[in-house]
């Protein structure tokens, strides 16, 4: 059973309204004021929010500003009931971030039509899709079914091969589509003055690969190469845009999706600048299993050249190697040619700066 936060000042109207939901199956929780509905918001946690604009204490766009500050109900479709229709209400509440409103007074269908609208398009919100080809296609075509995203989508979406050692795209050239590795192993790299490459970063299945430039309109910052042959979906710049700028529901999913692991990126990166050598190294060793690891092996081979280590380290080749044997002789790690088995990835992971 849903459950509604009815906020309304006006007792004959909120048990007026709140019986309407009742009568449609809905669970009502009551407020009488905004400080109230505020709190309540925040502990009952409901899947929809009507609220009038007019209160005493705290009025509704000042219960809508509280919620939209919170990540824990911020996502909550909220719609205004007013006695007002004036212009000047309904772009300051858009502005705000309302969903929907209802002008008083409304009639019973009017109230359940808008409250199912709402919470059929706060679904797309919640539903889980899979980091694929599949789960994209199935997020886009969900976007599509929204009437102001239906004509604005394209069809133009595409799977290409890029061949081992094959840019997917050069620092300095300008975006035109984003990138999402189905299969595969891509990484980042730019190149100092002096033609020394450092590796920025590496992506795997499921990873989003030069967004943050095709969000900001600016020229690549990094260059994209393939390290296997690897299959990418391109979505077009218009569509990307599309999805995020048309409708606030498609564009808090959107961009959620978007940003799973840009807080590893960071993280790593502060690491990979003020550790030592020997910790760089481990680091870039458990960076580069998580791109390799295969469920259920309890040792991670890993196939990466030591001058793509040496780029994601940030030191030169001959440094990483010494590093390396080090690790060997300690039984952290075991190397075959080019190839590199983590024996002890706990260890690794723990070992001191």
Aim: aromatic residues 8%.
């Amino acid at each position: 059973m849903k459950k509604i936060l009815l906020i309304e000042d006006n007792q004959e109207i909120r048990e007026n309204t709140a019986e309407i939901l009742s009568l449609a199956n809905y669970r009502v929780v009551e407020a009488e004021n905004g400080k109230m509905g505020v709190d309540l918001a925040r502990k009952e946690q409901p899947d929809l929010i009507i609220c009038d604009i007019m209160m005493p204490q705290l009025d509704g766009y000042g219960v809508l500003h509280l919620l939209s500050k919170s990540p824990d109900t911020s996502s909550i479709p909220f719609v205004f009931l007013t006695a007002k229709s004036e212009k000047e209400d309904f772009r300051k509440g858009m502005k705000l971030g309302a969903d929907d409103y209802l002008t008083k007074p409304f009639d019973d269908l009017e109230l359940l039509d808008a409250v199912e609208m709402r919470l059929k398009k706060n679904e797309l919100l919640k539903a889980e899709f899979q980091k694929n080809v599949q789960g994209l296609d199935a997020f886009i075509q969900e976007a599509k079914g929204y009437e102001d995203l239906n004509k604005l989508i394209s069809d133009e979406r595409r799977v290409t091969i890029f061949k081992k050692k094959h840019n997917l795209f050069l620092e300095g050239n300008y975006p035109n589509a984003l990138y999402f590795l189905s299969k595969g192993k891509v990484k980042t790299y730019k190149a100092n003055e002096d033609g020394r490459e450092y590796i920025t970063n590496l992506y795997k299945d499921g990873d989003f690969i030069g967004y943050l430039d095709l969000l900001e309109e600016n020229t690549y910052r990094e260059s994209a190469m393939a390290l296997e042959d690897s299959e990418v979906y391109l979505i077009p710049k218009e569509d990307f845009f599309t999805l995020l700028h048309q409708n606030r529901d498609v564009a808090n999913k959107f961009i959620k999706i978007l940003s799973d692991n840009l807080a590893d990126r960071e993280d790593r990166l502060l690491k990979l600048a003020y550790n030592s050598v020997r910790k760089r190294v481990a680091e870039a060793l458990i960076l580069v299993e998580k791109q390799y690891q295969q469920d259920g092996h309890n040792v991670t081979e890993m196939s990466i050249s030591r001058e793509d280590l040496a780029s994601i380290v940030g030191a030169s080749k001959e440094t990483v190697i010494r590093t390396l044997a080090d690790f060997k002789d300690e039984k952290l790690i075991d190397t075959r040619g080019s190839k590199i088995f983590i024996l002890n990835s706990p260890k690794l992971a723990k070992m001191r700066n």
